[in-house]
């Protein structure tokens, strides 16, 4: 992760929506390019991979925002009715044509930001109508918009009020009607579940995990954002493609990683929003494990979908050098996604999906003059957006 490769003075050579050639300018003859784009004193970088994000939600929650500044904690804004409830419900409560417009509107914007892959889950529905439409309008975002998505049923998000002193009937729902109905229409690549004190506990995710493999749907899960008892060893038990958060990890937790295909993922922006501790970056890399950046984009923890903030975010605040963030935001969020054959770096074969810089002295002027746009243009499948 600490190596960068880098070509300066490079030139680029797509055809249609494919990389198919790069090098130094000084090996090349005579390039015969329809267009030509020059990008002096610029760098040209791989899109964003922006492995985990909600961005499928109705309305915002700055009140709870308010509130929270005011003293209250997110378990107390949850106990009170807040938190993902409030969102379900207003979600219940909002046409599919009404959310489809409200997520387009946030999609455009990360796109414009350098997002070129992206991974949506559902889990404001909590009813089997509510999910499905969630999980319809992610595919018809997938439908209009030139990006990469994937899909993830997080149905395990919260426990619905009228469970409230039955979880086990809404965890038998998720298995026996919402996943079964999921796989059928395949509206679906990945099954998550919000694994915490509270939320879903390890028997929880073990059967949600068990019934989503049998129905083809990966595991990917939400684990150790604000306790560690064991939800990471269930996640490579089931041999989940991505383990996110981590902000709180024990030694059993890295070292269940070792060996393992799993991908940890973590998400800066979450902890910057809610005041949390920072995943351990350094602590996972250290060890020899690779680690993937994403933003989290969702209503309560991180209303932001911006990889260039988390990009710096994990540069100030978990010590990781330029050449890990950017390697953690591209290539390993696509193995976050299952993409990464396809996206995630500038290689022959691959995708034409890249961003081109204002002119900036370095790469690591991006992270470093953060808040910043150094965006000039993003190119999906060949075309400029
Ligand atoms: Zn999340």
New binding site residues.
Partial sequence: MKILPSIKNAYLLIDHDTIVDYGSMDDIQNLDADQVIDATGKMVLPTWCDS?T?IVYSGNREQEFVDRINGLSYEDIANRGGGILNSAEKLQNTSEEDLYQQSAKRLQKVIKLGTGAIEI?SGYGLTVDAELKMLRVIKRLKKEFPLKVRATLLAAHAIPKEYKNDKTAFVDLVINKMIPEVAKEQLANYIDVFCEKGYFDLEDTERILKAGKEHGLIPKI?VNQFNAFGGVGVGVKYEALSV??LEEMNIEDIDVLKNSATMPVA?PS?SYFLSIPYTPARQIIDAGLPLALAT?Y?PG?TPSGNMNFVISTACIKMKMTPEEAINAATINGAYAMGIGTMYGSITKGKKANLIITKEIPSYAFMPYAFGENHIDNVIINGQII
Avoid: A, G, I, V
Wanted: proline residues 0%.
């Fill in positions: 985990h909600h889950k939400h996110d958060h998400l979450c989290d969702n923890s």
